[in-house]
């Protein structure tokens, strides 16, 4: 597997020596100081060129970067299926190498560059002082973001609303509908409630990653391990234990998060959703009324 100065310096060296190419901008994780550091990140990478249709029209161009397994062209995809897609502002490959890195390169004119609009961004080349003074890249954009009363109050609602689809899907053993439910609908609320949370308890500070993936750097660990119990499989019981699970936190945590934000947790609706929750459960399946 080449190394990190190896990639770099195929990277910036091929800009270099391409007339084409006229500045070299970075992002994604290896720009941020607070992710982890591992084998698997990605060198995401922006080519500010003079003009991408060479580059786009060159289907070969890109095996200078090494031997590939397979790869992406998102905005051939993209197109593909009916979007409205423009080569010539921005184009794109995600590549998986043989040996083990990944660089998800972009091409982009100068006057198209939106290097601007994320403070993600490093610069690693610039032969003509095309680009923006930009400051050191901070993942300030991606913290959490204290909510308006609102907002919260709308999560929680939707929360315990959408648990009325859970329950009768539970019921019905309609296992897919129910999962779907709960990964679009519920957890997502049971997120925002434990970041904001965080939120709270570091200034909003932090950011706690794509799909929450670090939210257990200020979590106890015991609440870390109730919302890992919020993912189940496909068996029924278990997912209602995951959905008991949830509603726990939920009821824990959600009143904190109101008297914070000088509103108010509407026990009244959380009290009856979750009853109806135990009703249904209990609820025998040749059941000709639930009430």
């Known amino acids: 597997m080449r190394t990190e100065q190896e990639m770099y310096d195929l990277i910036v060296g091929t800009a270099k020596a391409d007339e084409r190419v006229r500045a070299v901008y970075m992002n994604g994780s290896r720009t941020n100081p607070n992710v982890p550091r591992d084998i698997f990140q990605d060198y995401d990478v922006v080519y500010v060129v003079t003009e991408t249709k060479p580059f786009y029209e060159d289907k070969n161009w890109i095996d200078i970067f090494g031997e590939r397994l397979y790869m992406q062209i998102p905005y051939e995809l993209d197109k593909s299926v009916g979007m409205d897609v423009d080569y010539d502002k921005r184009y794109a490959w995600l590549i998986q190498f043989a040996d083990g890195n990944r660089l998800d390169l972009t091409v982009e004119p100068a006057w198209c560059s939106n290097i601007t609009d994320d403070k993600l961004c490093k610069i690693l080349l ?12 901070t993942d300030e954009d991606y913290r959490v973001k204290k909510p308006a009363a609102e907002e919260f109050c709308a999560a929680c609602n939707e929360f315990w609303w959408c648990m009325n689809n859970v329950a009768k899907g539970l019921w019905r053993e309609e296992a897919p509908y129910v999962l779907d439910m709960i990964n679009h609908w519920i957890r997502p609320q049971v997120v925002k409630i434990l970041s904001w949370k965080i939120g709270f308890d570091t200034d909003f500070t932090v950011s706690v990653g794509k799909s929450a993936k670090y939210m257990y750097k200020w979590l106890e660990p015991a609440v870390w391990q109730r919302f890992l119990d919020t993912y189940s499989g496909a068996d029924i ?27 108010e947790y509407d026990i009244t609706m959380a009290k009856n959703s979750r009853m109806w929750l135990e009703k249904v459960q209990k609820l025998p399946k040749n059941a000709k009324e639930i009430i």
């Open 237 to 263: 019981s278990a997912v209602w234990d995951s959905v008991f699970v949830m509603c726990g936190l939920m009821d824990e945590f959600a009143p904190e998060i109101a008297k914070k934000l000088q509103t």
């Open 126 to 137: 610039d032969k003509d002082g095309i680009l923006p003074n930009i400051p050191e890249s």
